[in-house]
């Protein structure tokens, strides 16, 4: 039965996919993939983040189906995709895989998209033979390769020991969200988004994040405490964009410098002033005029369309 209590209406409202399907990772793993836009179409595949879902990326999803066949799968314990006991970055470059060979046909290339936990997805996925195979191009959003409890600055002061130990604690409560109130929406607008984000903007962040069981929300906040992807960064040789923004406290963007400079082929950068963690929603436009960008520069057409 799905959880999700996302917003009905509105540019952040989750389009109706053309299809869904199951995939299938390597553990048993099933894993919840909607594919939308026409089929031929050049593809783009989209790897949401901790505690969102395939509805984080509606208004890239109702951009980009007029003219693009867009896979978004909820990750393990996400969204409509069943928990697992198994949660590792191998697991998460697993399902990337599984998805792909579920998606796409041999040889086809794709544009891939990653947010926060999903761009680390890429990163443990970088080296394995079907991304290679699949990815034409590479979209790193809000995301970072090691360090995130250390370098966050969702805890107000200095860092050192004692920030990092209490950002530990916040990241990893087991507490319960509860329903999406007022109070809540300060909180999470206070440590996920930039402090001019419309209020629809976090209305639709808040509901889709609130509704990931808290269950899931610890396990993998327990794989981002000891994320050690640095050797990842160095083996994505696709062609990489990386975007943050400056305000931006989950991973701040000491993260997408550091990307930037360890990254084989990086293409391009940007720094959004102002901007949070949840990019896609916060600059819908300019996220999906990067995966446009990639797509024209770099993918190619579905054989036979």
Same mark, same amino acid.
């Given at each position: 039965?799905?959880?999700?209590?996302?917003?009905?209406?509105?540019?952040?409202?989750?389009?109706?996919?053309?299809?869904?399907?199951?995939?299938?990772?390597?553990?048993?793993?099933?894993?919840?993939?909607?594919?939308?836009?026409?089929?031929?179409?050049?593809?783009?595949?989209?790897?949401?983040?901790?505690?969102?879902?395939?509805?984080?990326?509606?208004?890239?999803?109702?951009?980009?189906?007029?003219?693009?066949?867009?896979?978004?799968?909820?990750?393990?314990?996400?969204?409509?995709?069943?928990?697992?006991?198994?949660?590792?970055?191998?697991?998460?470059?697993?399902?990337?895989?599984?998805?792909?060979?579920?998606?796409?046909?041999?040889?086809?290339?794709?544009?891939?998209?990653?947010?926060?936990?999903?761009?680390?997805?890429?990163?443990?996925?970088?080296?394995?033979?079907?991304?290679?195979?699949?990815?034409?191009?590479?979209?790193?959003?809000?995301?970072?390769?090691?360090?995130?409890?250390?370098?966050?600055?969702?805890?107000?002061?200095?860092?050192?020991?004692?920030?990092?130990?209490?950002?530990?604690?916040?990241?990893?409560?087991?507490?319960?969200?509860?329903?999406?109130?007022?109070?809540?929406?300060?909180?999470?607008?206070?440590?996920?988004?930039?402090?001019?984000?419309?209020?629809?903007?976090?209305?639709?962040?808040?509901?889709?994040?609130?509704?990931?069981?808290?269950?899931?929300?610890?396990?993998?906040?327990?794989?981002? *405490?000891? =994320?050690?992807?640095?050797?990842?960064? @160095?083996? #994505?040789? &696709?062609?990489?964009?990386?975007? +943050? !923004?400056? /305000? *931006?406290? =989950?991973?701040?963007?000491?993260?997408? @410098?550091? #990307?930037? &400079?360890?990254?084989?082929?990086? +293409? !391009?950068? /940007?720094?959004?002033?102002?901007?949070?963690?949840?990019?896609?929603?916060?600059?819908?436009?300019?996220?999906?005029?990067?995966?446009?960008?990639?797509?024209?520069?770099?993918?190619?057409?579905?054989?036979?369309?």
């Amino acid at each position: 039965m799905s959880r999700l209590t996302h917003v009905a209406t509105g540019p952040y409202a989750p389009p109706v996919p053309v299809r869904a399907l199951t995939a299938v990772s390597a553990d048993g793993a099933r894993l919840h993939v909607e594919v939308h836009g026409p089929e031929n179409a050049p593809a783009v595949v989209l790897a949401h983040g901790w505690t969102c879902s395939t509805a984080f990326w509606a208004a890239q999803i109702r951009d980009l189906a007029a003219d693009h066949r867009v896979i978004a799968y909820d990750q393990r314990g996400h969204g409509r995709s069943p928990a697992s006991p198994t949660c590792s970055t191998e697991a998460l470059a697993d399902d990337l895989e599984a998805v792909l060979e579920a998606t796409l046909a041999p040889g086809e290339k794709a544009v891939i998209a990653g947010h926060s936990m999903g761009g680390m997805t890429v990163m443990a996925a970088a080296g394995r033979e079907a991304f290679r195979e699949h990815a034409a191009a590479v979209l790193l959003c809000s995301t970072g390769s090691s360090r995130l409890v250390a370098e966050s600055t969702v805890v107000p002061m200095g860092a050192g020991r004692l920030r990092t130990w209490l950002t530990r604690r916040v990241i990893g409560s087991r507490a319960p969200l509860g329903p999406v109130t007022p109070v809540a929406l300060r909180i999470l607008r206070y440590a996920t988004m930039g402090p001019g984000s419309a209020p629809h903007m976090v209305e639709a962040c808040a509901r889709i994040v609130h509704a990931c069981p808290r269950e899931v929300r610890h396990a993998w906040s327990q794989v981002l *405490d000891l =994320l050690d992807l640095d050797h990842g960064v @160095r083996e #994505l040789t &696709a062609p990489t964009v990386v975007v +943050v !923004g400056t /305000a *931006d406290r =989950l991973t701040p963007p000491v993260h997408a @410098r550091a #990307l930037v &400079a360890a990254l084989p082929n990086c +293409v !391009g950068s /940007a720094e959004l002033p102002g901007l949070g963690h949840m990019t896609p929603v916060e600059a819908p436009e300019l996220v999906t005029g990067r995966i446009r960008e990639l797509v024209t520069t770099y993918a190619t057409i579905k054989e036979g369309a």
